[in-house]
Antibody
Framework: EVQLVESGGGLVQPGGSLRLSCAAS????????MSWVRQAPGKRLEWVANIKEDGNEKYHVDSVKGRFTISRDNAKNSLYLQMNSLRVEDTAVYYC?????????WGQGTLVTVSS | ETVMTQSPATLSVSPGERATLSCRAS??????LAWYQQKPGQAPRLLIY???TRDTGIPARFSGSGSGTEFTLTISSLQSEDFAVYYC??????????FGQGTRLEMK
């Protein structure tokens, strides 16, 4: 059974940093593109970033470029999202997702709240 | 960026009836479109990809159609567990992949 388990969310002040992690089981992470998708309270889903199987190709949505960085450690079967210079508008549930086009496996999400 | 627009925002339908949800893209996405179902407090679940292909384990009452800029998700006979929010998503013109704002399907 495929499981994606996110961690690292929490309450942070504007301008602060957080690092989200996603531990994968039941799949070999190195076989797949992986993505982060977020959902602000009561809002639509928003793709944040994705990364190729070998980590050599990655993309970020414009609103987080220069602030967030997606990375992966295939040896640890893990995906990460380093989030710096956080803003109030980054408040959302962040999902770790398998794939980069259609998303057929999702984690349960981790809540990031940016507030003073 | 391709903007996805869903209609209606809320759809009220009785159990056993048919529900038809629409999704429009601001530019052609060919058939590179997916539909997701999301229930409160849960992650989205993939229902349909390539506009009309059901994902593994998705009941046959869910069907998708369309190409280019106009798409439809039809649920042929609504069950109680189908009341949820539905999102469309294009993955033709990426990055970024983009989602619609959702249609809330509620029980009449």
């Amino acid at each position: 059974e495929v499981q994606l388990v996110e961690s690292g969310g929490g309450l942070v002040q504007p301008g602060g940093s957080l690092r989200l992690s996603c531990a994968a089981s039941g799949l070999t992470l190195s076989d797949f593109w992986m993505s982060w998708v977020r959902q602000a309270p009561g809002k639509r889903l928003e793709w944040v970033a994705n990364i190729k199987e070998d980590g050599n190709e990655k993309y970020h949505v414009d609103s987080v470029k220069g602030r967030f960085t997606i990375s992966r450690d295939n040896a640890k079967n893990s995906l990460y999202l380093q989030m710096n210079s956080l803003r109030v508008e980054d408040t959302a549930v962040y999902y770790c997702v398998r794939g980069h086009l259609g998303f057929n496996y999702w984690g349960q999400g981790t809540l990031v709240t940016v507030s003073s | 960026e391709t903007v996805m627009t869903q209609s209606p925002a809320t759809l009220s339908v009785s159990p056993g009836e048919r529900a038809t949800l629409s999704c429009r893209a601001s530019q052609s996405v060919s058939t590179n479109l997916a539909w997701y179902q999301q229930k409160p407090g849960q992650a989205p679940r993939l229902l349909i990809y390539h506009a009309s292909t059901r994902d593994t384990g998705i009941p046959a009452r869910f069907s998708g159609s369309g190409s280019g800029t106009e798409f439809t998700l039809t649920i042929s006979s609504l069950q109680s567990e189908d009341f949820a929010v539905y999102y469309c998503q294009q993955y033709n013109n990426w990055p970024p992949v983009t989602f619609g704002q959702g249609t809330r399907l509620e029980m009449k």
